[in-house]
T-cell receptor, first 115, second 112 residues
Framework: GAVVSQHPSRVICKSGTSVKIECRSLDFQATTMFWYRQFPKKSLMLMATSNEGSKATYEQGVEKDKFLINHASLTLSTLTVTSAHPEDSSFYIC???????????FGPGTRLTVL | GEDVEQSLFLSVREGDSSVINCTYTDSSSTYLYWYKQEPGAGLQLLTYIFSNMDMKQDQRLTVLLNKKDKHLSLRIADTQTGDSAIYFCAEILSGGYQKVTFGIGTKLQVIP
């Protein structure tokens, strides 16, 4: 079964609104989760590392005030796209690392469309 | 910095073998992964190989690693139409807690 879930799977919103995406680790606790963005015809790009109980670590070029990350518990991280614009339309994917297998499990992704 | 390169497209006939190639630049990579992305779906981990291995076989999948040339390949035997997807090569420097660097993905088209 799924190890990582994301909600919603698809969202369409108007420009200027904020959208929250949830990432849940279903099988194990995760002090760290990762958020990726996939651009059309391009690979995944890491946006930020979500840390439970502390501030997220953002990659260079990613606006932390634009993409708010909250890792409130060991099984849930949220990504909020604030004041969304059409250029924020993308596929957002989270992943959860598993230290016992030394790999990462990816969520199914959330497709965001900003009109 | 890290860089992972893949060809964009591969077309094979059903029943043939598919070979998807990948090159990476960071010699300190310790794990190399192959992910599969079906249309509209998230990434699915197919297999991975440690950098101290040359080959790993898992049913129809064979991963070959040439560490000297920093070349990784994924061979799919007896390719089926259900194998049509985008395949991403990825490297991780030192385990699951580190940043994953992905290639652009190779789109595999299987012709019936």
């Amino acid at each position: 079964g799924a190890v990582v879930s994301q909600h919603p799977s698809r969202v369409i919103c108007k420009s200027g609104t904020s959208v929250k995406i949830e990432c849940r680790s279903l099988d194990f606790q995760a002090t760290t989760m990762f958020w990726y963005r996939q651009f059309p015809k391009k690979s995944l790009m890491l946006m930020a590392t979500s840390n439970e109980g502390s501030k997220a670590t953002y990659e260079q070029g990613v606006e932390k005030d634009k993409f708010l990350i909250n890792h409130a518990s060991l099984t849930l991280s949220t990504l909020t796209v604030t004041s969304a614009h059409p250029e924020d339309s993308s596929f957002y994917i989270c992943s959860v690392p598993d230290s016992s297998t030394d790999t990462q499990y990816f969520g199914p992704g959330t497709r965001l469309t900003v009109l | 910095g890290e860089d992972v390169e893949q060809s964009l497209f591969l077309s094979v006939r059903e029943g043939d073998s598919s070979v998807i190639n990948c090159t990476y630049t960071d010699s300190s990579s310790t794990y190399l992964y192959w992910y599969k992305q079906e249309p509209g779906a998230g990434l699915q981990l197919l297999t991975y190989i440690f950098s101290n291995m040359d080959m790993k076989q898992d049913q129809r999948l064979t991963v070959l690693l040439n560490k000297k040339d920093k070349h990784l390949s994924l061979r799919i035997a007896d390719t089926q139409t259900g194998d049509s997807a985008i395949y991403f090569c990825a490297e991780i420097l030192s385990g699951g807690y580190q940043k994953v660097t992905f290639g652009i993905g190779t789109k595999l088209q299987v012709i019936p």
